[in-house]
């Protein structure tokens, strides 16, 4: 009989200090304590400006630089096409996924889909020289510029049977492919917020590069309009945001982000000598939405 009491006093023992050092064990670590190997996932919009641009355009009989072209963007505002799979690519979007490699760094790839129209209401000084034969209906246009004003909108009645001087645009879009590695780090306490698995600020900068990939719209000298998606150029960009991660997995993140486009090989036409080329700044406001989860 005695084996067995001392059996179940060690029993009672063990759960004794078990139960006491347990509840000297302290708070376990916060899911949001630490970044590394987690993957993230978002889906938001954007507005853009353009810094002014020279557009070089070139093909057989003409050759002409418009200078200082503006442009804009082309916003859905809140709209239900950015939810409708068949209608994502109508308004101007931005698609990002990465991997932090550490709490603090992470890698990611995505497609900011911007738009770009050049004015057709605007003046702009040409400088070059167009040569076409006669039969064109572009012709009406032949002549040397230099730094001679053109007035885009004249003869503008009708996008596809109109004989504009030139219409430009990269709506569908200006595609810009591109990785970045960007850095985050935990403000949550400057402003008093100590459960960050219930509610996390971070502040996320971060520098990336691409290319782009534009389905460019034109129609120049009344040529027929073209409208394909082709590789085009290069681009840097740069950015700061602000992350509120709520739940531990779920973020809504607002970013400004700017960089250099340089767009040396436009296809403007269906005739492949039919080529454009600019550079321009731009900056974008974006808004997203997505979620951060470990494997």
Do not use: C
């Not at 630089?65 to 804009?72: C, G, L």
């Not at 990611?108 to 889909?113: A, E, F, I, T």
């Amino acid at each position: 009989m005695l084996p067995r009491l001392r059996i179940l006093a060690v029993l009672v023992l063990g759960v004794f200090v078990n139960n006491m050092f347990a509840q000297e064990t302290p708070n376990p670590v916060k899911y949001t304590a630490h970044n590394k190997g987690k993957f993230y996932i978002f889906w938001g919009g954007n507005r853009e400006n353009f810094s002014k641009s020279d557009i070089h355009f070139k093909g057989d009989n003409y050759d002409f630089t418009v200078i200082d072209a503006i442009a804009d963007d082309k916003p859905k505002g809140w709209h239900a096409d950015y939810v409708n799979p068949g209608r994502m690519t109508i308004p101007q979007t931005n698609f990002r996924m990465g991997y932090f490699i550490n709490d603090h760094y992470n890698i990611s790839l995505g497609l900011d889909h911007m738009k770009y129209v050049m004015r057709q209401d605007q003046i702009a000084n040409v400088t070059g020289n167009v040569n076409l034969p006669l039969s064109d209906a572009g012709s009406i246009y032949n002549g040397v510029y230099n730094n001679t004003p053109v007035n885009f909108l004249m003869n503008y009645t009708d996008y596809d049977t109109g004989t504009p001087f030139l219409t430009f645009e990269h709506t569908d879009g200006l595609n810009y492919i591109n990785s970045e590695i960007s850095r985050v780090d935990d403000f949550s306490k400057l402003f008093g917020i100590t459960n960050t698995d219930k509610i996390q600020i971070n502040l996320t900068e971060g520098i990336g590069g691409g290319f782009l990939y534009p389905k460019t719209n034109a129609k120049v000298l009344g040529k027929e309009r073209h409208d394909d998606f082709h590789v085009s150029g290069v681009g840097v960009s740069a950015k700061v945001g602000i992350n509120v991660t709520v739940f531990k997995h779920f973020f809504v993140q607002g970013e400004l982000k700017g960089g250099y486009i340089n767009m040396n090989d436009i296809r403007t036409t269906a005739v492949t000598n039919d080529t454009a080329r600019q550079h321009f700044m731009f900056l974008q406001r974006i808004i997203s939405f997505g979620g951060i989860f470990s494997l």
